[in-house]
């Protein structure tokens, strides 16, 4: 049986050294990642945590592989919800692959036990996060969602 | 939005989507067999979940066919976490209730999803406006630099054919305009025609939802009602981010994703 597990790809206009900077510097990362710092070393076995502009701690993790510019793996626990905070922590992986003038950036979220809290939560907050990361990267200005307009 | 909360709260019409969730598609008869409800009853149900856009109807000859439409249900989902802005914030949790397997569904809107669903669902967020948006969908002034080159042609009027034109005149896909509400929703039939593994292939179902989010725009594109997993659903698989991607970095900067063409 198929484990769940989420997997989005990206094709950004970057290099993959621009790309690593964007998901592992807290002054880009607080421009696509709801506003969220990273703070890590980012050596294997060193925590990773994303902390809102109140410096509440909402995703707290773990670093378990690192080659630098090509893949990122770690722990995530999302600790700002109580339910998630439950699960036991998932596993995320970021994988940059050059292709000529674009990266293509590969997202995989997976090692979740069933279809837990987390596993449904994260389907949908991806998504604004990759495509954030994207504007960021390509135009050089975060892309900030508004309000939907009122009911039609 | 109203007519959405109000079809959902009926047991009836929940259990309607149920038994399309099990499987789309479905003919009156069909499911009127499935469920304790009179035939009445179940043409009424259907009318008020087709009003508030949560199913939508094929006919082919005298068969009228009903597909379950999860994406007012995921735009709901959206707003409110949207509204309250926060990470990965599932505030409907509370509100869904018996709406468990739609949600469920929505989770297939992950991009490549590793379950084989027989349906492909992508979302990319855009910083621009739904018109924009819609014209870079609609005409092949745009099309060509983010579409595999491709040089779409239609009136976009229901009924309408549809083409994807190769630069050198051959076609890579055709289909006929089923929906067409500006700057809104697009629906359409598509038949894979670019090379010999999908040109077998029958006809799936686009649809491409446009929501506005401030000075940004959500796209959701499904692509459905796949025979299997054939080789235009591979490709789609495939294919669909670089797509979407092409036409993000053509509508924020004004450049190709990628500049050779």
């Given at each position: 049986m198929n484990q769940p597990k989420h997997v989005y790809e990206v094709y950004i206009r970057t290099t993959p050294e621009k790309l690593w900077q964007a998901i592992t510097r807290p002054e880009m990362t607080r421009q696509f990642f709801y506003g969220n710092d990273v703070e890590s070393d980012w050596k294997v076995g060193s925590s990773v945590r994303h902390k809102g502009p109140d410096g509440k701690l909402n995703l707290d993790g773990k670093v378990l592989e690192v080659v630098p510019q090509r893949k990122l793996v770690t722990a995530f626990c999302?600790?700002?919800?109580?339910?998630?905070a439950k699960d036991r922590?998932?596993?995320?992986?970021?994988?940059?692959?050059?292709?000529?003038?674009?990266?293509?950036?590969?997202?995989?979220?997976?090692?979740?036990?069933?279809?837990?809290?987390?596993?449904k939560q994260v389907g949908q907050g991806w998504n604004p996060v990759l495509s954030g990361l994207k504007t960021l990267l390509e135009t050089g200005k975060p892309m900030v969602i508004g309000p939907a307009p009122a009911a039609r | 939005?109203?007519?959405?909360?109000?079809?959902?709260?009926?047991?009836?019409?929940?259990?309607?989507?149920?038994?399309?969730?099990?499987?789309?598609?479905?003919?009156?008869?069909?499911?009127?067999?499935?469920?304790?409800?009179?035939?009445?009853?179940?043409?009424?149900?259907?009318?008020?979940?087709?009003?508030?856009?949560?199913?939508?109807?094929?006919?082919?000859?005298?068969?009228?066919?009903?597909?379950?439409?999860?994406v007012p249900i995921r735009l709901l989902h959206d707003r409110w976490i949207t509204k309250y802005a926060a990470p990965w914030a599932g505030a409907l949790g509370d509100l869904k209730g018996g709406l468990e397997e739609e949600t469920m569904s929505d989770t297939r809107l992950a991009g490549v999803h590793a379950e084989?669903?027989?349906?492909?669902i992508q979302q990319i967020h855009i910083r621009t406006s739904p018109e924009r948006l819609w014209?870079?969908?609609?005409?092949?002034?745009?099309?060509?630099?983010?579409?595999?080159?491709?040089?779409?042609?239609?009136?976009?009027?229901?009924?309408?054919?549809?083409?994807?034109?190769?630069?050198d005149g051959t076609v890579a896909a055709d289909g006929t305009v089923l929906e067409a509400e500006p700057p809104r929703r697009l629906v359409h039939s598509f038949s894979a025609l670019w090379d010999d593994a999908v040109t077998p292939d029958p006809a799936h179902r686009v649809t491409w939802t446009i929501e506005a989010m401030g000075p940004v725009c959500k796209l959701t594109v499904e692509h459905e009602g796949f025979a299997g997993e054939t080789a235009t659903l591979k490709s789609v698989q495939g294919g669909l981010s670089f797509i979407l991607d092409g036409l993000k970095t053509l509508l924020e900067t004004g450049q190709p994703l990628m500049s050779a063409r």
């Open positions: 999302a600790v700002h919800d109580a339910e998630c922590p998932s596993r995320v992986t970021w994988e940059i692959e050059p292709r000529g003038e674009v990266c293509k950036l590969t997202l995989t979220h997976d090692d979740f036990d069933g279809i837990t809290k987390t596993y | 939005m109203e007519l959405i909360f109000k079809a959902l709260a009926g047991p009836s019409r929940r259990t309607l989507l149920d038994r399309l969730f099990d499987r789309d598609g479905q003919t009156l008869g069909q499911l009127c067999a499935q469920v304790a409800m009179t035939r009445f009853g179940v043409m009424k149900h259907l009318r008020v979940l087709e009003a508030a856009g949560l199913v939508t109807t094929r006919r082919s000859g005298r068969e009228k066919f009903h597909y379950l439409n999860p084989p669903a027989l349906r492909h014209e870079a969908i609609t005409q092949p002034s745009f099309t060509r630099d983010y579409f595999y080159g491709t040089l779409v042609d239609s009136t976009w009027r229901q009924g309408a054919a549809l083409v994807y034109r190769n630069p």
